[in-house]
Protein backbone atom coordinates (compact mmCIF):
# COMPACT_ATOMS: atom_id res chain seq x y z
CA UNK A 1 0.00 0.00 0.00
CA UNK A 2 1.02 3.33 -1.06
CA UNK A 3 2.21 6.03 2.46
CA UNK A 4 -0.97 8.32 3.54
CA UNK A 5 -0.10 11.38 1.55
CA UNK A 6 0.61 9.30 -2.22
CA UNK A 7 -3.13 7.51 -1.44
CA UNK A 8 -5.85 8.41 -3.47
CA UNK A 9 -9.65 8.78 -1.59
CA UNK A 10 -13.25 8.59 -2.98
CA UNK A 11 -15.85 10.28 -1.16
CA UNK A 12 -19.22 9.05 -2.16
CA UNK A 13 -22.31 11.38 -1.55
CA UNK A 14 -19.90 13.95 -2.11
CA UNK A 15 -22.53 16.61 -1.92
CA UNK A 16 -24.53 15.66 1.52
CA UNK A 17 -24.58 15.93 5.16
CA UNK A 18 -21.36 13.86 5.77
CA UNK A 19 -19.20 13.48 1.99
CA UNK A 20 -18.94 17.17 2.59
CA UNK A 21 -17.62 17.22 5.52
CA UNK A 22 -15.37 14.33 4.70
CA UNK A 23 -13.79 16.06 1.34
CA UNK A 24 -13.47 19.43 3.49
CA UNK A 25 -11.67 16.95 6.28
CA UNK A 26 -9.09 15.23 4.24
CA UNK A 27 -8.28 18.02 1.66
CA UNK A 28 -7.30 20.05 4.86
CA UNK A 29 -4.91 17.54 5.69
CA UNK A 30 -3.49 17.72 2.14
CA UNK A 31 -4.87 14.51 0.60
CA UNK A 32 -5.57 13.30 -2.71
CA UNK A 33 -9.31 13.35 -2.98
CA UNK A 34 -11.71 12.78 -6.34
CA UNK A 35 -15.32 13.39 -5.22
CA UNK A 36 -18.51 11.45 -6.52
CA UNK A 37 -22.21 12.02 -6.86
CA UNK A 38 -25.09 12.29 -9.56
CA UNK A 39 -24.64 16.50 -9.41
CA UNK A 40 -20.84 17.26 -8.78
CA UNK A 41 -19.73 20.28 -8.13
CA UNK A 42 -17.59 21.40 -10.80
CA UNK A 43 -14.00 21.08 -9.12
CA UNK A 44 -10.89 19.36 -9.68
CA UNK A 45 -11.40 15.93 -8.85
CA UNK A 46 -15.12 16.04 -9.14
CA UNK A 47 -16.71 12.78 -11.57
CA UNK A 48 -20.52 12.06 -11.83
CA UNK A 49 -21.01 8.80 -10.18
CA UNK A 50 -24.81 7.01 -10.28
CA UNK A 51 -25.29 3.68 -7.81
CA UNK A 52 -27.89 3.13 -10.53
CA UNK A 53 -25.63 3.14 -13.42
CA UNK A 54 -22.46 0.72 -13.47
CA UNK A 55 -20.93 2.61 -16.74
CA UNK A 56 -20.21 5.33 -14.26
CA UNK A 57 -17.81 3.43 -11.47
CA UNK A 58 -14.44 2.34 -14.18
CA UNK A 59 -13.67 5.89 -13.99
CA UNK A 60 -15.07 6.57 -10.51
CA UNK A 61 -12.61 3.74 -9.08
CA UNK A 62 -9.43 4.31 -11.42
CA UNK A 63 -6.35 4.50 -8.96
CA UNK A 64 -8.54 4.85 -5.62
CA UNK A 65 -6.97 3.12 -2.69
CA UNK A 66 -9.85 3.85 -0.05
CA UNK A 67 -13.35 5.23 -0.57
CA UNK A 68 -15.87 6.47 2.16
CA UNK A 69 -19.76 4.91 1.26
CA UNK A 70 -22.59 6.43 1.26
CA UNK A 71 -25.23 3.91 -0.25
CA UNK A 72 -27.65 4.91 -2.79
CA UNK A 73 -30.28 7.23 -0.83
CA UNK A 74 -34.30 6.40 -0.90
CA UNK A 75 -33.56 2.73 -2.40
CA UNK A 76 -35.46 0.21 -0.43
CA UNK A 77 -32.85 -2.38 -1.60
CA UNK A 78 -29.76 -0.96 -2.33
CA UNK A 79 -27.24 -3.90 -1.77
CA UNK A 80 -27.47 -5.46 -5.30
CA UNK A 81 -26.37 -1.56 -6.25
CA UNK A 82 -23.64 -1.87 -3.93
CA UNK A 83 -21.83 -5.77 -4.49
CA UNK A 84 -20.55 -5.26 -8.37
CA UNK A 85 -19.01 -1.47 -6.74
CA UNK A 86 -17.43 -3.06 -3.93
CA UNK A 87 -16.05 -5.91 -5.86
CA UNK A 88 -14.92 -3.46 -8.85
CA UNK A 89 -13.00 -1.60 -5.88
CA UNK A 90 -11.24 -4.58 -4.06
CA UNK A 91 -10.41 -5.85 -7.49
CA UNK A 92 -8.56 -2.61 -8.41
CA UNK A 93 -7.07 -2.58 -4.73
CA UNK A 94 -9.09 -0.80 -2.38
CA UNK A 95 -7.57 -1.69 0.51
CA UNK A 96 -10.22 0.58 3.19
CA UNK A 97 -13.78 1.27 3.00
CA UNK A 98 -15.42 3.06 5.48
CA UNK A 99 -19.30 3.24 5.13
CA UNK A 100 -22.15 5.34 6.59
CA UNK A 101 -24.92 3.43 8.38
CA UNK A 102 -27.37 3.97 11.07
CA UNK A 103 -27.48 3.88 15.10
CA UNK A 104 -30.90 2.16 14.47
CA UNK A 105 -29.96 -0.38 11.52
CA UNK A 106 -27.30 -3.66 12.93
CA UNK A 107 -25.51 -5.63 10.44
CA UNK A 108 -27.72 -7.91 8.60
CA UNK A 109 -30.44 -5.81 8.85
CA UNK A 110 -32.54 -4.67 5.28
CA UNK A 111 -30.97 -1.83 3.79
CA UNK A 112 -27.96 -0.33 5.56
CA UNK A 113 -27.17 -3.39 7.47
CA UNK A 114 -26.76 -5.65 4.28
CA UNK A 115 -24.11 -3.06 3.38
CA UNK A 116 -22.29 -3.25 6.35
CA UNK A 117 -22.80 -6.85 5.63
CA UNK A 118 -20.96 -6.94 2.69
CA UNK A 119 -18.45 -4.70 3.49
CA UNK A 120 -17.46 -6.32 6.26
CA UNK A 121 -17.20 -9.84 3.81
CA UNK A 122 -15.48 -7.93 1.08
CA UNK A 123 -13.36 -5.27 2.08
CA UNK A 124 -9.48 -5.91 3.85
CA UNK A 125 -10.05 -2.85 6.45
CA UNK A 126 -13.62 -1.82 6.95
CA UNK A 127 -15.17 0.56 9.07
CA UNK A 128 -19.22 1.30 9.82
CA UNK A 129 -20.35 4.31 11.26
CA UNK A 130 -23.35 4.00 13.08
CA UNK A 131 -24.75 7.35 13.81
CA UNK A 132 -27.68 8.62 15.48
CA UNK A 133 -29.91 11.08 14.07
CA UNK A 134 -28.48 13.91 12.55
CA UNK A 135 -28.77 17.72 13.90
CA UNK A 136 -28.85 18.74 10.55
CA UNK A 137 -32.60 17.59 10.42
CA UNK A 138 -33.55 20.53 12.30
CA UNK A 139 -32.39 22.85 9.35
CA UNK A 140 -32.30 23.53 5.70
CA UNK A 141 -34.78 21.73 3.52
CA UNK A 142 -35.40 18.20 5.84
CA UNK A 143 -39.18 18.36 6.79
CA UNK A 144 -38.73 18.54 10.44
CA UNK A 145 -37.42 21.78 9.72
CA UNK A 146 -40.09 22.83 7.24
CA UNK A 147 -42.68 22.16 10.19
CA UNK A 148 -40.39 24.32 12.69
CA UNK A 149 -40.36 26.85 9.96
CA UNK A 150 -44.03 26.52 9.13
CA UNK A 151 -46.07 25.63 11.91
CA UNK A 152 -43.33 26.24 15.17
CA UNK A 153 -44.33 21.99 15.26
CA UNK A 154 -42.00 18.69 15.50
CA UNK A 155 -44.35 16.09 15.04
CA UNK A 156 -42.67 12.27 16.03
CA UNK A 157 -44.14 9.54 17.85
CA UNK A 158 -41.61 9.20 19.87
CA UNK A 159 -43.13 10.37 23.26
CA UNK A 160 -40.59 10.97 25.95
CA UNK A 161 -38.18 8.57 24.47
CA UNK A 162 -34.31 10.52 24.28
CA UNK A 163 -31.56 10.14 21.54
CA UNK A 164 -28.16 11.22 21.02
CA UNK A 165 -28.94 13.79 17.87
CA UNK A 166 -25.40 14.50 16.25
CA UNK A 167 -24.10 17.28 14.10
CA UNK A 168 -22.83 15.64 10.57
CA UNK A 169 -19.54 17.26 10.84
CA UNK A 170 -18.62 15.04 13.68
CA UNK A 171 -19.51 11.83 11.48
CA UNK A 172 -17.25 13.39 9.14
CA UNK A 173 -14.64 13.99 11.33
CA UNK A 174 -14.60 10.43 12.48
CA UNK A 175 -14.57 9.09 8.98
CA UNK A 176 -11.45 10.96 8.09
CA UNK A 177 -9.40 9.59 11.16
CA UNK A 178 -10.85 5.65 10.05
CA UNK A 179 -10.15 6.72 6.26
CA UNK A 180 -6.38 7.72 7.44
CA UNK A 181 -5.32 6.35 10.62
CA UNK A 182 -2.41 4.38 10.62
CA UNK A 183 -3.34 2.06 12.99
CA UNK A 184 -6.92 1.24 11.69
CA UNK A 185 -10.09 2.35 13.26
CA UNK A 186 -11.90 -1.27 12.05
CA UNK A 187 -15.34 -2.47 13.08
CA UNK A 188 -18.20 -0.61 13.54
CA UNK A 189 -18.50 2.53 15.80
CA UNK A 190 -21.92 3.82 17.41
CA UNK A 191 -21.68 7.76 16.99
CA UNK A 192 -23.78 10.48 18.91
CA UNK A 193 -23.79 13.82 20.39
CA UNK A 194 -23.12 14.47 23.39
CA UNK A 195 -26.35 14.25 25.07
CA UNK A 196 -29.31 12.26 24.93
CA UNK A 197 -32.47 14.57 24.28
CA UNK A 198 -36.18 13.87 23.91
CA UNK A 199 -37.78 15.90 21.07
CA UNK A 200 -40.06 17.79 23.71
CA UNK A 201 -36.12 18.48 25.11
CA UNK A 202 -34.60 19.47 21.30
CA UNK A 203 -37.76 21.80 20.53
CA UNK A 204 -37.26 23.44 24.03
CA UNK A 205 -33.36 24.12 22.65
CA UNK A 206 -35.05 25.92 19.32
CA UNK A 207 -37.04 27.85 20.77
CA UNK A 208 -34.37 29.34 22.65
CA UNK A 209 -31.74 29.77 19.67
CA UNK A 210 -34.59 30.82 17.42
CA UNK A 211 -36.04 33.02 19.89
CA UNK A 212 -39.85 31.83 19.30
CA UNK A 213 -41.96 29.01 20.50
CA UNK A 214 -41.76 25.49 18.83
CA UNK A 215 -43.32 22.69 20.39
CA UNK A 216 -43.45 18.92 20.37
CA UNK A 217 -46.37 17.48 18.97
CA UNK A 218 -46.52 13.48 19.93
CA UNK A 219 -48.44 11.28 18.23
CA UNK A 220 -49.16 7.44 18.66
CA UNK A 221 -47.26 5.39 16.11
CA UNK A 222 -50.66 4.71 13.70
CA UNK A 223 -50.94 8.18 13.39
CA UNK A 224 -47.52 8.77 12.47
CA UNK A 225 -48.03 6.15 9.52
CA UNK A 226 -51.40 7.53 8.47
CA UNK A 227 -50.02 11.56 8.48
CA UNK A 228 -47.08 9.91 6.05
CA UNK A 229 -49.03 8.31 3.73
CA UNK A 230 -51.03 11.53 3.55
CA UNK A 231 -48.02 13.35 2.49
CA UNK A 232 -47.59 10.79 -0.25
CA UNK A 233 -45.26 8.23 0.96
CA UNK A 234 -45.95 4.59 0.38
CA UNK A 235 -47.80 2.67 3.00
CA UNK A 236 -44.09 0.14 3.62
CA UNK A 237 -42.00 3.04 3.53
CA UNK A 238 -44.37 5.01 5.87
CA UNK A 239 -44.50 1.67 8.35
CA UNK A 240 -40.47 1.54 8.18
CA UNK A 241 -40.14 5.58 9.15
CA UNK A 242 -43.25 5.27 12.23
CA UNK A 243 -41.17 2.22 13.02
CA UNK A 244 -38.24 4.15 13.41
CA UNK A 245 -39.82 6.42 15.80
CA UNK A 246 -41.07 3.43 17.48
CA UNK A 247 -37.63 2.43 19.03
CA UNK A 248 -37.11 5.85 19.77
CA UNK A 249 -40.18 5.70 21.71
CA UNK A 250 -39.22 2.52 23.26
CA UNK A 251 -35.93 3.95 24.97
CA UNK A 252 -33.46 1.79 22.41
CA UNK A 253 -31.91 5.18 21.28
CA UNK A 254 -31.40 6.82 24.40
CA UNK A 255 -27.30 6.56 24.85
CA UNK A 256 -24.53 8.41 24.72
CA UNK A 257 -21.25 6.62 22.83
CA UNK A 258 -18.10 9.22 23.55
CA UNK A 259 -17.22 7.68 20.47
CA UNK A 260 -16.59 10.85 18.49
CA UNK A 261 -14.22 12.59 21.30
CA UNK A 262 -12.49 9.06 21.84
CA UNK A 263 -11.64 8.96 17.94
CA UNK A 264 -10.96 12.70 17.04
CA UNK A 265 -10.02 13.76 20.53
CA UNK A 266 -12.32 16.94 20.64
CA UNK A 267 -15.82 16.59 22.20
CA UNK A 268 -18.72 15.92 19.69
CA UNK A 269 -21.10 19.41 19.43
CA UNK A 270 -24.30 19.72 21.21
CA UNK A 271 -27.37 20.32 19.56
CA UNK A 272 -27.77 24.06 21.11
CA UNK A 273 -23.72 24.48 19.68
CA UNK A 274 -24.89 23.72 16.09
CA UNK A 275 -28.05 25.87 16.06
CA UNK A 276 -26.39 28.87 17.36
CA UNK A 277 -23.84 28.22 14.55
CA UNK A 278 -26.26 27.37 11.80
CA UNK A 279 -28.57 30.63 13.10
CA UNK A 280 -25.37 32.63 12.48
CA UNK A 281 -24.41 31.21 9.45
CA UNK A 282 -27.90 31.74 7.65
CA UNK A 283 -28.29 35.53 9.44
CA UNK A 284 -24.46 36.31 7.43
CA UNK A 285 -25.76 34.83 4.15
CA UNK A 286 -24.94 37.15 1.54
CA UNK A 287 -28.61 38.09 -0.14
CA UNK A 288 -29.40 38.56 -3.37
CA UNK A 289 -27.30 40.68 -5.21
CA UNK A 290 -28.46 44.01 -5.18
CA UNK A 291 -28.98 45.63 -8.91
N1 LIG B 1 -30.67 11.97 8.59
C1 LIG B 1 -30.47 11.24 9.65
O1 LIG B 1 -30.90 11.57 10.76
C2 LIG B 1 -29.69 9.94 9.53
C3 LIG B 1 -29.32 9.25 10.69
C4 LIG B 1 -28.55 8.09 10.57
C5 LIG B 1 -28.19 7.61 9.32
N2 LIG B 1 -28.59 8.30 8.21
C6 LIG B 1 -28.19 7.75 6.89
O2 LIG B 1 -27.28 8.64 6.27
C7 LIG B 1 -27.30 8.42 4.87
C8 LIG B 1 -27.25 9.76 4.16
O3 LIG B 1 -28.46 10.45 4.39
P1 LIG B 1 -28.59 12.04 4.23
O4 LIG B 1 -30.01 12.36 4.37
O5 LIG B 1 -27.59 12.72 5.12
O6 LIG B 1 -28.17 12.22 2.70
P2 LIG B 1 -26.99 13.10 2.12
O7 LIG B 1 -25.68 12.41 2.36
O8 LIG B 1 -27.16 14.53 2.56
O9 LIG B 1 -27.34 13.03 0.56
C9 LIG B 1 -27.13 11.88 -0.23
C10 LIG B 1 -25.83 11.98 -1.04
O10 LIG B 1 -25.77 10.84 -1.89
C11 LIG B 1 -25.75 11.27 -3.26
N3 LIG B 1 -26.60 10.33 -3.99
C12 LIG B 1 -27.92 10.09 -3.81
N4 LIG B 1 -28.35 9.17 -4.68
C13 LIG B 1 -27.27 8.83 -5.44
C14 LIG B 1 -27.08 7.94 -6.53
N5 LIG B 1 -28.08 7.21 -7.04
N6 LIG B 1 -25.84 7.81 -7.04
C15 LIG B 1 -24.81 8.54 -6.57
N7 LIG B 1 -24.93 9.42 -5.54
C16 LIG B 1 -26.15 9.56 -4.99
C17 LIG B 1 -26.32 12.68 -3.26
O11 LIG B 1 -25.76 13.48 -4.30
P3 LIG B 1 -26.46 13.66 -5.72
O12 LIG B 1 -27.89 14.00 -5.45
O13 LIG B 1 -25.65 14.75 -6.37
O14 LIG B 1 -26.29 12.35 -6.40
C18 LIG B 1 -25.78 13.21 -1.93
O15 LIG B 1 -24.44 13.63 -2.07
C19 LIG B 1 -28.55 7.60 4.57
O16 LIG B 1 -28.15 6.27 4.31
C20 LIG B 1 -29.32 7.67 5.87
O17 LIG B 1 -30.12 6.50 6.10
C21 LIG B 1 -29.30 9.45 8.27
Do not use: C
Not at 55 to 66: C, K, Q
Not at 131 to 149: K, T
Not at 205 to 222: A, Q
Not at 266 to 273: H, I
Amino acid sequence: MSTDHEQHYLVTGATGNTGTHVAAGLRDRGLRVRTASRHPVPADGAVRFDWGDVSTFDATLDGIDAVYLVAPVGVADPAPLVRPFLESAVDRGVQRVVQLGSSAVGKGDPGLGEIHSLVSELVPRWTVLRPSWFMQNFVGDHPLAEGIRTSGQIITATGAGRLGFIDAADIAAVAVEALTAEDPIEGELILTGPEALSYADAAAVVSDVHGRPVEHIDLTTEQMVQRLVDTGLAPEFARMLAGLDARIRAGQEDRVTGTVEMVTGRPATSLRDFLTADARATTEAPGPAVP
